[in-house]
């Protein structure tokens, strides 16, 4: 019996208060002396949560449990239990793994003590340290219609211990990957739907892959109903580029700079996403964080009010304007071509290689052209019809004509690439490489081009 374990190191939860009597005067009034029951003790007294004891026992939670806290714990009942042993082709206990079973009794508790009337429909922080790279897993609460932690619904809440708050919950709450923390949320119902639109299994299998890590912007139910996709590109494409394979970030772990996504232009090269955190984290300008950090066995999802579309050359000058403020400037100055439809396109001369001058670049310029001056300087960054990634540039290499029309020769040492304008004018580097949009690629540089005379 698993309650005979117990004898001699938890008190019977049922005696709570017991009287001492005086032996030396028998007038003495008796004391009433309180016995504390706590978390355990509760569990113990209550023979539907019999499997839960075991549970903890086998995982050498008890103690643990007995403890100061306060905590709140989640209690799966004995059905509960028998569910999740069936579901996961388990005989009995004994054929869970001791660290297994211990973070998924600890994906249960919840530091603090929080009674069912002060439960918010938000994400909490579990004692479960199976979470990617270590980190606690992440609860999602909703109290919509009665409580549910993960899909597993209260069904005998605020059962009080002396160390915190009980709550019996109808099934056990396991340890969830991106995908199933996306299903628990009916914020993410839409994105759920695209994602698996058609029978489509592409993106359950990728974000199911225990193997692997990954930073997931997730769009709510509103920024999949404010989207209409004005460029018809491929939705399946469009929901990758909302996916950062290789790493698991946190928001405390972004910062301004350009990461891949899973999303890819026709060469199969990467599209990249700008991260900025000046004011919250925004992508590409034009998406923002609403909800940061959840946190999954795989991955961290963080939600975003606005779809994230695939990017052109464009898109990435307007976002970074920390660099590239100056260039759009100019690109955008009365009189000058449309440069902002002729980059924004997918369709006429794409792909584009642009060398875009950073500020400072700019700011160094003794003046700014202007005129048909100004228009040759700009088209002297830009090359079409040639996706030119960095891989593609070699000691000696004369590119294509730019739209100015003279050519850029490169030399290259290891990974540096330093560039010679149609003037002539040498050591201009390339400080950031590779920032690769839809409908061609971005490569910074620390100086103006000047286009031969």
Do not use: R, W
């Amino acid at each position: 019996m698993i309650l005979n374990n117990f004898k001699g190191i938890l008190p019977l939860a049922l005696a709570s208060i017991f009287f001492v009597s005086c032996s030396d005067d028998d007038n003495a009034p008796e004391i009433p002396m309180e016995t504390e029951t706590d978390i355990v003790d509760i569990a113990i007294t209550d023979s539907n949560l019999s499997i839960l004891v075991e549970a903890l026992t086998k995982a050498e939670l008890v103690a643990t449990l007995q403890g100061d806290g306060p905590f709140t714990v989640f209690a799966p009942t004995n059905s509960a239990f028998e569910a999740f042993l069936t579901d996961n082709n388990f005989a009995s206990l004994d054929d869970i793994p001791q660290e297994t079973l211990t973070q998924v009794l600890l994906n249960h508790v919840v530091s603090g003590d929080v009674k069912a009337a002060d439960l918010e429909t938000t994400y909490y922080s579990s004692s479960s340290t199976a979470g990617v790279d270590g980190k606690n897993l992440s609860l999602y609460v909703n109290t919509a219609d009665g409580v549910t932690i993960n899909g597993s619904a209260v069904s005998t809440a605020d059962i009080e211990a002396s160390n915190g708050t009980v709550h019996v919950v109808d099934k056990v709450i396991g340890l969830p990957n991106v995908v199933n923390h996306a299903t628990y949320n009916s914020a993410f119902t839409s994105l759920v739907g695209a994602l698996t639109t058609d029978g489509n299994t592409v993106f359950t299998d990728l974000l199911s892959d225990a193997e692997q890590k990954f930073t997931v912007f997730a769009p709510t139910n509103d920024a999949f109903t404010a989207f209409e996709n004005p460029s018809e590109n491929d939705l399946n494409a469009i929901l990758a580029n909302h996916v950062i394979g290789g790493a698991a970030l946190a928001a405390g772990d972004l910062s301004n700079s350009y990461a891949n996504t899973a999303a890819a232009n026709e060469d199969g090269d990467n599209l990249s996403i700008y991260v900025n955190t000046d004011d919250g984290v925004t992508l590409n300008g034009i998406s923002t964080v609403i909800i940061a950090d959840v946190v999954t066995t795989n991955g961290i999802i963080h939600a975003v009010d606005t779809v994230i579309d695939l990017p052109t050359v464009v898109t990435f000058a307007t976002a970074d304007s920390e660099n590239f403020s100056s260039l759009v400037g100019a690109l955008t100055t009365e009189g000058q071509p449309d440069f902002v439809s002729i980059l924004s396109s997918t369709t006429e001369n794409t792909p584009f290689t642009v060398f875009a001058p950073v500020n400072s670049a700019f700011a160094a310029l003794a003046e700014v052209p202007t005129g048909e001056d100004l228009t040759a300087v700009l088209t002297h960054h830009v090359i079409a019809e040639a996706n030119i990634v960095s891989g593609d540039l070699s000691d000696g290499l004369v590119s294509p004509a730019t739209l100015q029309g003279d050519a850029l020769t490169f030399i290259a040492s290891e990974e540096t690439f330093v560039i010679t304008d149609g003037a002539g004018n040498m050591g201009i580097n390339i400080v950031k490489a590779d920032v690769q949009a839809i409908n061609g690629v971005i490569h910074a540089i620390d100086t103006v081009l000047i286009p031969g005379s």
